[in-house]
């Protein structure tokens, strides 16, 4: 990579995360126009290092660019996407049979960020977007190209790592709360009751909902207004609810951490 393209492309992405970071703590919302600045930064980052071929680096480049505009676009849904991300994907193998090892991590990030984000381990499309751009701005350690082992450990993934160590002490908040209520269970760890009305001001979300006046497990996905209407109604005067976690924070704090242990080292 071009010394000074990885410099500035690094600074911007790091502005970028610092003001994502910002907006996550004061809204737990990130506007997209963050992942369209730093993601452009990571593209022109990625068509920088040309060492495997300008071919190879220009079909993942195509690759990335396909992958990124799945995530930023709001109509490429359901049947639609299917021709973009299967775009990428042969755009992205054609650079791994061509001897640029990033496509397969290109690959498997993106792969990766979808599972975590459909099965509900990150709950932001956010964080998905921020990992991604990351893993275009650093799909590789200096000393790892074309080793195997890129495509167990790369920087992105290392960083998701990291942000997720780091949301532990939220997790020790929880549990220091549950004991100081005196509630001892498998669920002390991760969610807390509150009065209902201070749920209605919180950035949680609620664990349980109400049927035909009954209190039930909650949807992932459920309005939390409407879910808390439906316990009003039911006569419910507290809810149980996991925190939000404004997870930019510690992913930027891991991609400090990251990178400066990587000029270190």
């Not at 090892?101 to 599972?115: H, P, S």
């Not at 609810?241 to 080292?265: E, K």
Request: hydrophobic fraction near 55%.
């Amino acid at each position: 990579m071009v010394p000074w393209v990885s410099l500035v492309g690094s600074l911007v992405i790091l502005t970028v995360l610092i003001s994502a970071s910002v907006h996550d703590v004061r809204t737990r919302e990130v506007p997209d126009a963050h992942w369209v600045v730093s993601g452009a930064a990571a593209l022109v980052m990625l068509a920088s290092d040309r060492s495997c071929g300008v071919m190879p680096a220009s079909a993942l480049v195509a690759a990335a660019a396909l992958f990124l505009f799945y995530m930023l676009s709001p109509y490429l849904v359901g049947i639609r996407a299917a021709p973009v991300v299967v775009a990428a994907c042969v755009l992205s193998g054609y650079a791994v049979l061509e001897g640029d090892a990033r496509g397969a991590v290109v690959t498997g990030m993106f792969a990766l960020c979808m599972l975590l984000y459909l099965t509900g381990i990150l709950h932001g499309g956010a964080d998905v977007k921020a990992v991604f751009v990351l893993t275009l701005a650093f799909p590789l350690f200096p000393d790892q190209a074309g080793l195997p082992s890129v495509l167990l450990l790369n920087p992105s993934l290392v960083i998701l790592v990291v942000a997720s160590v780091l949301t532990i002490a939220s997790t020790v908040r929880v549990l220091a709360r549950n004991i100081a209520d005196g509630r001892v269970c498998p669920g002390m760890f991760s969610n807390y009751r509150v009065p209902l009305s201070e749920a209605r001001g919180m950035f949680a979300w609620p664990v349980e909902d109400a049927v035909d006046g009954r209190v039930v497990p909650c949807r992932m996905g459920d309005d939390t207004g409407a879910v808390l209407d439906r316990l009003a109604d039911a006569g419910a005067t507290s809810v149980l609810v996991t925190p939000m976690i404004p997870f930019m924070v510690p992913v930027t704090v891991a991609t400090v951490l990251v990178l400066a242990a990587t000029l270190i080292l």
